[in-house]
């Protein structure tokens, strides 16, 4: 089954609004982190995250290994917000990798 | 400092071919991964180096796909033979150790024809 699960697989978003994509972990995820790939297909890192919270801009992350998710909060949405984001979780196993989840894809419409 | 560097961008290679991939870490840092990226199978772990040391082959990718590092600074990966499937973006990604943070290459599209 999935480790990573994100959701929504797909998100239209209305510029100048706000949402929030979400992953949740079925593996015992030590830290995660957020990537924006954009149109042209270059993964960019948005977040590193341990346990708690961390902003930057527009852009505000959260992880609770407690329960096992976390969430991206997109405010004030832009039309370069556009493109797939993907979460992935550390696995807490002897070699470490990162668990990739299926992606968001967000459209910005003006 | 450059940040992750993948050659070619693109590659077109026929069915039975032997292709290699190439990747510059950034400079300095210690663990060097490369994924393949689908449509339908999302992003997958092919290999993780730690310090030139392979910890991680990626398991059902082992037969036809082989990663190695020579030196601290450049790494490849030889697909061979290569198969219709194999087509897909492949993209190396490098961090300073564990605790970090990931830096991705722009990736090399390859198409087996």
């Known amino acids: 089954g999935d480790k990573v699960k994100q959701s929504p697989s797909a998100l239209s978003l209305q510029e100048g609004t706000n949402s929030a994509l979400r992953c949740n972990f079925s593996?015992?995820?030590?830290?995660v982190q957020w990537f924006l790939q954009n149109p042209r297909g270059s993964l960019i890192n948005l977040f590193y995250l341990v346990p708690g919270t961390k902003e930057n801009g527009r852009l505000k992350s959260t992880f609770n290994s407690k329960e096992s998710y976390s969430t991206l909060h997109i405010r004030d949405a832009q039309l370069e917000d556009s493109g797939t984001y993907f979460c992935a979780a550390e696995a807490n196993t002897g070699n470490y990798k990162y668990v990739f989840g299926a992606g968001t894809r967000l459209k910005v419409i003006a | 400092d450059a940040g992750v560097t993948q050659t070619p961008r693109h590659e077109v290679a026929e069915k039975g071919q032997t292709i290699i991939l190439k990747c510059e870490p950034v400079?300095?840092?210690?663990?060097l991964f490369w994924y393949r990226q689908t449509k339908i199978q999302g992003l997958e772990l092919l290999s993780y180096f730690r310090s030139k040391s392979l910890m991680e082959d990626g398991g059902a990718f082992k037969d036809r796909f082989k990663a190695e590092m020579l030196n601290s600074s450049f790494s490849t990966l030889k697909i061979q033979p290569t198969e219709p499937k194999d087509s897909a973006v492949y993209l190396c990604?490098?961090?300073?150790?564990?605790?970090?943070?990931?830096?991705f290459g722009a990736g090399t599209r390859l198409s087996v024809l």
């Open positions: 400079s300095g840092h210690n663990d």
């Open positions: 593996i015992a995820a030590t830290t």
């Open positions: 990604a490098s961090s300073w150790d564990s605790q970090n943070t990931l830096y």
